[in-house]
């Protein structure tokens, strides 16, 4: 693999996940903590008028604009649709500043943890994730890859990088200690890389936990597309802790509880994440894989 | 005193805390469950629009719009202005329904527990609000009292009521322990309305620890307004907690903690709520008292 000389670190792709924007303006204030001597860093505030406005997004949520026809079709015009030309367009594949690794931070009402997304398996990537998850225990890696389609996420502009997802942080708030962590995390990643490029990456135990997205499951519903349920208070929190079948994942406002209806033990991420209530999601159900990584 | 004829219970006075709006909501569905023998119980959604497009308020706080010259004022027609004087006209002092008592249901970001707050003294509800710390020890009683000024919250619409401040929980989002919690101290309530009508109240103790709100702090911010520090993990979710002089409240991006100057232990509350960031508030300070009840 040839060597990165470039990373992108994104913070405000959601306008309302206040920690990767205020380390995004950290790094802009002190731009000696991201430097590296092999590659270059650079930072992007990725929907300053959504973080202005103190939403997720003012048209359409910019971490769905990223499929490349969309990119491509000139009759996308909202403020998130061109927003994601322009970042594809500067640091994207023949981009003006084409970036080789980029690091696209979100926070969660989710328990995620210190959750560290992968778009695709290759091997820089997995490494990566199996030496985060080796010098601190709170990191877990979720695949979001799908076999048969592209990925509209942000972090799809580039060939390496990952989506780190913290939390649980409500939305519009900074929590000091995952803002600590999620900046460990970040140099972290970029000492990797620069002993990566210096072919001197830490050895990795052989196999790595990876949680695979399946599916997703919506809250239910009225005919009025109001939700009847919320989830379940022993479910709330708990994500990648396994679910078995015919535990509780739902009550009833009257106090009815719904169970788990699959058939194996799964593990769910993103539970009761307040942006997917309107995308139809009260949940991620994950598998849990173990990965051969070399 | 006399005996209380009508009860309003009041969801989605902010249009992002969900557990008010639900509960109404379930309340609309089921009113049997609200409905005592000797008052009235009627319900409202505050802020219709606001919760249609999932923010605190459309154009303006709507929890500060009810001082007296403000109702009055044919000046102010925005929408939260108008919303409450159509409140007011409807279940304030002369309105077409009057009320004599109104539970305004809100959530917090802050670890607020199940706090009732107090707008006034008057003896009904100090001894309601003792008599709720006596049924659930996570219940807070906050004065929100000022003599020199009216407020301008919704509950001040009767002479009777509460806030009731639940958390803490993410805007936009569902915690299934704290709708359920919600419920049943909106039931207590109307219960004990019931036994007071009824010349019945159930006996409470002599004294009721009561935190009364003496000033808030905000974030150190540069000149530009920005913040410049976060709430100190030490200090996050400890909401009713003694902070003593020389703790830490803040913690800089770069890592420098900022201490309590104050010269006597105080309780801090709405620590970090996220609708304040705006208002300048990190959080609210208060003293503990023991107040004599009877």
Known sequence: MSKIKRVVIVGGTHGNELTGIYLVKKFERSPHLIQR??????????????????????????NRCFLRQDLENP?????????????????????????DFVIDLHTSTANMGLSIILGNE???????????TSINPKVKVLYSTNKNQHRPHLDSICE???????G????????????QETEEIVHAILDYLEAYNQGNTPAVKDTLNVYHSIQTIDYPRNELGEIQAMIH???????YQPLHPGEPIFLTFEGKEILYKGDSTVYPVFINEAAYYEKGIAMCITQLTHKNIT
């Open 122 to 132: 290759n091997l820089l990537n997995i490494q990566l994730a199996a030496y985060l």
């Open 75 to 99: 009759n996308l015009s909202n403020y998130e649709t061109q927003q994601a030309k322009i970042i594809y367009q500067t640091f994207g594949a023949q981009g003006s500043q084409q970036a």
């Open 37 to 62: 001597s092999s590659f270059e860093s650079l930072t992007l505030i990725a929907n300053p008028r959504a973080y202005a406005i103190g939403k997720r997004y003012v048209d359409t949520d910019l």
């Open 160 to 166: 390496f990088g990952c989506t780190l997802e913290v």
């Open 168 to 179: 649980a942080v409500a939305q519009n708030i900074l929590n000091a200690a995952l803002f």
């Open 233 to 239: 208070p022993q479910l709330q929190f708990r994500d």
